[in-house]
């Protein structure tokens, strides 16, 4: 199981976390991290790229960091670098179960999963009937490569949105018709309202998205 991150040196901690947490329920990972940073991890394959478009015509009031959208230039590395499936997983993430059934689900280009109950707003913005949320994504690199993915992320589209575009945006809105949702376990964000809620220790991926509060809250969890 290849699975990737992509973050700069103020995310280590999150991600030494997470990998704790991945292990403890899963073997024969393979780790990679992708940065635009000087980062050296022991045991963790580690590529920098720096090649990252500056000026984003259609990132707006962003909150994010440049680092974040190097997950929508991860087909670049296939394959010299990473093979033709990869998991990738943002770094506020605690594992609670096997990947086994995330890993061996079919995927044409994007597997992930749909947004809480804010991603309706997002969905009716774009005219859509889901919000896809790009903090866990099963991804076909070999299969977005042919579709030229990345070069047209990063290209200006009209369409706007009147809160903020980013990249969760970018990719909901050219790449709707390639998202294939899976079930929520696999991305399950904390102290986030759900219209069919699950019980936080039954999701097999508890992401702790957001602010500082719910991001402490990962690094004093106990394992």
């Known amino acids: 199981m290849e699975i990737v991150f992509v973050f700069d040196r103020n995310y280590i901690p999150f991600f030494l976390k997470c990998r704790e947490s991945i292990l403890k329920h899963n073997k024969n990972v393979n780790f990679t991290v992708v940065t635009n940073d000087d980062i050296s991890l022991d045991g963790v394959s580690v590529i920098k790229m720096t090649n990252l478009p500056k000026d984003l015509k259609h990132r707006r009031n962003d909150r994010i960091t440049d680092a974040t959208y190097l997950k929508l230039c991860l087909p670049l590395l296939y394959p010299k670098y990473l093979g033709e499936k990869i998991l990738y997983m943002d770094t506020d993430i605690i594992c609670q179960g096997s990947l086994k059934e995330l890993w061996k689900t079919d995927c044409d280009f994007i597997c992930l999963t749909e947004s809480h109950k804010y991603g309706r707003v997002q969905a009716r913005e774009l005219n859509h009937q889901k919000y896809g949320l790009t903090g866990v994504m099963l991804m076909n690199l070999k299969a977005l490569n042919e579709i030229n993915f990345t070069n047209r992320c990063f290209q200006p589209f009209e369409k706007t949105v009147s809160k903020w575009c980013h990249e969760e945006t970018i990719l909901n809105t050219l790449f709707y018709g390639k998202l294939k949702f899976v079930d929520k376990k696999f991305n399950y ?35």
């Open 189 to 223: 964000c904390h102290n986030r309202d759900y219209d069919d809620p699950i019980r936080e220790e039954d999701a097999i991926l508890l992401h702790y998205c957001g602010g500082r509060e719910n991001k402490q809250d990962m690094l004093e969890r106990k394992l």
